[in-house]
């Protein structure tokens, strides 16, 4: 009886101590905290999707290696795929497991900012000699989290061959031209795609500045205005495309890339980056020769072309070896030979004046005639302001999609997009 | 007061590590996801506020539903075809079929997941795709709604059924020739045999083995996540797609746990099942 009663305390005692654990460690939403480390650490992190894709790693590693030659640093690489990026930094840095420095798309700026756990760059950005423009993209806030790595835009790029081929005389400008050269191209057969536009929801964000060609703004003030009159006829058309396969299904950014490589796709949206990517990719190497950027076709002559601002901005993890981080940051995107010798490798625009006046980037034919055609006129995208820009547009790309499979139609698929957008602007 | 310790207390002693392990790697993870539910917490956002069953709400007046069917039409799928075609290539192994083909089947069983999902990505896809080509089609395999379940399961199948072959060989290694030779000799034919001798003899290990294979295409998360990520248009986004998809993508772990904390409990009912079967 005694050996029992004392059993059944141990067991007692034993499931308390059970709940007082699992009460002390109930999840602490803070997802804050002190940074840790020591911030004049010699050794520091950098993440890189770009150390991830062929056509940039070795030259991302080139600037990484020279850095920690010429500064006595230790700079631990980690890289993750484009598409998984976002994801994986967000864990990483709530999980207090990222420091140092930071590739990131401009888009994500926000959303890594509201996690409160990046420093402050006003210093470095004060002494780059950095584009307004381009500082502008590592801003939030009034607060410089970012340093300029590149600033461009999403363009449309152009096959010139298969055009020519095609009968396609000159590019087309606006919406009912651009339609006709993809009938035309669709009718040289051969397996290739007029237009190799995305169709996956993972990039459908792309028909975002086609609805903006059509007059919708997206938002205005605080209101999403997906789902307007504009906004609907913009997705009924990429439905049109879709149903005569003038676009192709299941095509994401790398498919796409794929297919414009193997001489297959007439057009296709990409940044100033499609050069580098499409000189890997393909076997025709005379096919960046027969590219050409064109500013996005518009609804009636006169309108303003469409285009997204798009670029990389490095950012700082407060904490451990945040300070070599940053002049890292530095470096990397206004040390003028490294700025230039990356462009020549890639193809990818500096962001700082004296960069953009190097002679290997000014005489560059390309890409002054991608700015010009493209970068002149790209926004960017107004949800970016919101943390949860990327589930506003994950939320549009699955109702288009859904649009595009035949489940619904543009005008229901859209509203209920934007009725499930809202509640996520925060 | 030289005291020795219990039988309880030494087993409980005993269990110390274990529990500890339990404590870091089940029940903390598993707490902090159940009280999560009850909060509107974002990923990337400091702070949260307690919101009692509203989740739930929202998600049982709207994304639960099509996510339950899509998870049970994939889960019956890519357990029924592996389960038949498993049996079927056990009971001819058993038959005499070459030992060394044992080997062969095995093969999808032994390359990871993933390399397994990018493969059929490859085979399946639209514009380069192996099977369009080797039909002379161009069909959207992964990009319509109505084939792209089909070719998850499809690729589920071709990974799994070997582990279905070796569970099921190894119950009909079990079963004694007598039997097969005494109702030979009554006069069953091969379908008779099969349907009294080999069914009633297999019953056991081919339920836990289907129920097995079931619970685990219920959490299944990399075929389908390579493969279609849970699209097109939703078509294929099942539990484990749809909990990563909102906690990972759409930084909303309120929503995500809350959807984890139904999974969970429909899992529950199976490892009831389960547990059953296995004490039965």
Same mark, same amino acid.
Not at chain 1, 21 to 34: E, N, S, T, Y
Not at chain 1, 164 to 191: I, N, S
Not at chain 1, 206 to 213: A, E, K, V
């Given at each position: 009886m005694e050996t029992l009663n004392r059993r059944a305390a141990f067991r007692l005692?034993?499931?308390?101590?059970?709940?007082?654990?699992?009460?002390?460690?109930?999840?602490?939403?803070?997802?804050?905290?002190?940074?840790?480390?020591?911030?004049a650490a010699r050794t520091f992190g950098f993440t890189s999707w770009s150390l991830n894709e062929e056509a940039q790693k070795a030259a991302v590693q080139a600037i990484v290696d020279a850095y920690a030659a010429k500064g006595g640093v230790k700079i631990d690489t980690a890289s993750f795929p484009y598409n998984e990026y976002l994801n994986q930094v967000t864990l990483k840095l709530r999980g207090g497991q990222l420091s140092g420095a930071v590739q990131l798309d401009i888009s994500w700026l926000a959303a890594l900012a509201a996690m409160g756990r990046l420093k402050d760059l006003g210093a470095q950005a004060a002494k780059g000699g950095y584009t307004d423009v381009a500082l502008s993209s590592g801003r939030f806030q009034g607060r410089q989290l970012g340093l300029p790595w590149t600033t461009g835009s999403i363009?449309?790029?152009?096959?010139?061959?298969?055009?020519?081929?095609?009968?396609?005389?000159?590019?087309?400008?606006?919406?009912?031209?651009?339609?006709?050269?993809?009938?035309?191209?669709?009718?040289?057969?051969?397996?290739?795609?007029?237009?190799?536009?995305?169709?996956?929801?993972?990039?459908?964000?792309?028909?975002?500045?086609?609805?903006?060609?059509?007059?919708?703004?997206?938002?205005?003030?605080?209101?999403?205005?997906?789902g307007d009159d504009a906004s609907v006829a913009a997705v009924e058309w990429y439905k049109k495309l879709y149903d005569a396969k003038l676009i192709a299904p299941d095509v994401d950014r790398f498919d796409a890339r794929a297919l414009f490589a193997q001489g297959k796709a007439a057009f296709y949206d990409d940044a100033i980056i499609t050069r580098g990517v499409v000189a890997a990719q393909s076997p025709d190497k005379s096919l960046t020769g027969k590219m050409a950027p064109l500013a996005r076709p518009v609804l009636k002559a006169g309108d303003t072309p469409q285009a997204l601002l798009w670029g990389h901005v490095i950012v700082v993890v407060e904490g451990e070896g945040s300070d070599a981080a940053a002049d890292f940051a530095s470096y990397a995107t206004s040390d003028t030979a490294t700025v230039a010798a990356f462009f020549e490798k890639v193809k990818l625009p500096p962001t700082t004046t004296a960069g953009l006046a190097d002679p290997k980037v000014a005489g560059d034919t390309f890409t002054t005639e991608w700015t010009e055609k493209i970068t002149k006129t790209a926004t960017p995208n107004p949800f970016w302001r919101y943390a949860g820009y990327a589930q506003i547009e994950t939320a549009i790309a699955e109702q288009v999609q859904a649009v595009l499979v035949g489940q619904s139609s543009a005008k229901d698929a859209l509203a209920k997009a934007a009725e499930t957008a809202k509640p996520l602007q925060k | 007061m030289n005291r020795r310790l219990t039988d309880g207390q030494f087993a409980w002693l005993l269990m110390v590590p274990g529990l500890a392990l339990f404590l870091a790697i089940i029940a903390y993870p598993l707490v902090s996801a159940l009280v999560t539910g009850f909060f509107e917490q974002s990923l990337v956002r400091p702070g949260r506020a307690f919101v009692g069953l509203a989740n739930y709400a929202d998600l049982l007046g709207g994304d639960f539903w099509p996510v339950l069917r899509n998870t049970l #039409?994939?889960?019956?799928?890519?357990?029924?075809?592996?389960? #038949?075609?498993?049996?079927?290539?056990?009971l001819a192994l058993n038959a005499g079929l070459p030992g060394w083909l044992r080997g062969v089947f095995l093969f999808p069983w032994v390359i990871p997941g993933v390399v397994v999902s990018f493969l059929w990505l490859w085979i399946f896809n639209a514009n380069y795709g192996v099977l369009n080509g080797l039909l002379g089609t161009h069909v959207s395999w992964l990009g319509d709604p109505t084939t792209a379940m089909i070719a998850v399961i499809v690729t589920k199948t071709w990974a799994s059924f070997p582990w279905m072959m070796v569970m099921l060989l190894a119950g009909l290694q079990t079963m004694p020739k007598e039997l097969h030779e005494a109702a030979s000799v009554d006069g069953a034919g091969a379908i008779r045999r099969f349907r009294s001798v080999t069914v009633p003899h297999m019953r056991a290990i081919a339920g836990i083995a289907f129920l097995l294979e079931f619970i685990w295409n219920f959490q299944h998360f990399d075929t389908i996540y390579v493969l279609t990520g849970g699209g097109p248009a939703g078509a294929t986004k099942t539990f484990a797609v749809a909990v990563y998809d909102t906690a990972f993508k759409g930084f909303d772990l309120g929503h995500a746990t809350a959807l984890g904390g139904l999974w969970m409990l429909l899992l529950l009912v199976l490892m009831a099942f389960y547990l059953r079967k296995e004490n039965a």
């Open positions: 005692a034993g499931l308390s101590a059970l709940g007082a654990a699992l009460a002390a460690c109930a999840p602490d939403a803070a997802g804050g905290g002190a940074p840790k480390g020591d911030a363009g449309l790029v152009a096959n010139t061959e298969i055009l020519k081929k095609a009968g396609v005389e000159g590019m087309p400008a606006t919406v009912e031209e651009f339609e006709d050269a993809l009938r035309k191209v669709a009718k040289l057969g051969g397996g290739i795609t007029p237009y190799a536009a995305a169709t996956k929801a993972a990039q459908l964000k792309d028909i975002l500045p086609w609805m903006r060609t059509f007059g919708s703004p997206l938002l205005e003030g605080d209101t999403i205005t997906v | #039409v994939f889960t019956l799928g890519a357990t029924i075809a592996p389960f #038949v075609i498993g049996y079927a290539l056990a």
